[in-house]
């Protein structure tokens, strides 16, 4: 168990829709990032938040957005969603986020499936 | 831009035998190397890292070491067990995002 939890586990939806994922860092990260696992693209960062603040941006959709609230859980929410988008989304979180060399910690995952 | 290329899988190995996953990467500067592990239905795991040319990362008898002049970092163990299926993500910290680029991940089954 890493520490990091996110829920849902599951969900399921239908195209056009949205929805939010759910993060809470493990205790003591201040930063928070978020993930994309899909089968043919692989793991591809989405977004970093440190501290309440955006830090780092990846390949993430402009339909996507993302939070991070003042008791640092974080959000993920994903609208007009497209069969595409169907994926596995992971939280990950670390101390700082600034080091090199800071190991990140992952969640378990959130599985979306647009149908 | 940075990226990390990993061997294909999968690999299919017998119990006690020797693995290798190879893993090369392309980085501007001296990232940081990390191995991960995502069993079935979980999320990733740390399993390994190397911050500097030469370390070498360790852990439940993995072991990779970081290669500058070879831009590597090949995960190696000496003798599988069956628990030790799963996918095997090589990454680097690095990019214009400053943050973790995987490689596609090496799915490993190991029978017994």
């Known amino acids: 168990d890493s520490g990091v939890t996110q829920t849902p586990k599951h969900l399921i939806t239908a195209t056009g829709q949205r929805v939010t994922l759910r993060c809470s860092p493990r205790?003591?990260?201040?930063?928070v990032y978020w993930y994309q696992q899909s089968l043919d693209q692989g793991l591809q960062f989405l977004i970093q938040?440190?501290?309440?603040?955006?830090?780092a941006k990846g390949n993430i959709l402009e339909r996507f957005s993302a939070q991070q609230f003042p008791d640092l859980h974080s959000e993920l929410n994903l609208s007009s969603l497209e069969l595409g988008d169907s994926a596995l989304y992971f939280c990950?979180?670390?101390?700082?986020?600034?080091?090199?060399?800071?190991?990140?910690?992952f969640g378990p995952g959130t599985r979306l499936l647009v149908l | 831009g940075d990226s990390v290329t990993q061997m294909e899988g999968p690999v299919t190995l017998s119990e006690e035998a020797c693995l290798t996953i190879?893993?090369?990467?392309?980085?501007?500067?001296?990232?940081?190397l990390f191995w991960y592990v995502q069993y079935p239905g979980e999320g990733l795991q740390l399993l390994l890292k190397?911050?500097?040319?030469?370390d070498k990362g360790s852990n439940k008898g993995f072991e990779a070491t970081y290669r500058k002049e070879t831009t590597s970092f090949h995960l190696e163990k000496g003798s599988v067990q069956v628990s030790d299926s799963a996918v095997y993500f090589c990454?680097?910290?690095?990019?214009?995002?400053?943050?973790?680029?995987f490689g596609k991940g090496t799915k490993l089954s190991v029978k017994p």
């Open positions: 990454a680097l910290f690095g990019g214009s995002q400053g943050n973790l680029i």
């Open positions: 990950a979180s670390s101390v700082r986020g600034t080091l090199n060399s800071e190991t990140q910690y």
């Open positions: 190879n893993c090369t990467y392309t980085a501007t500067g001296y990232p940081s």
């Open positions: 205790s003591g990260d201040l930063s």
């Open positions: 190397a911050t500097k040319a030469d």
């Open positions: 938040y440190y501290n309440g603040e955006e830090r």
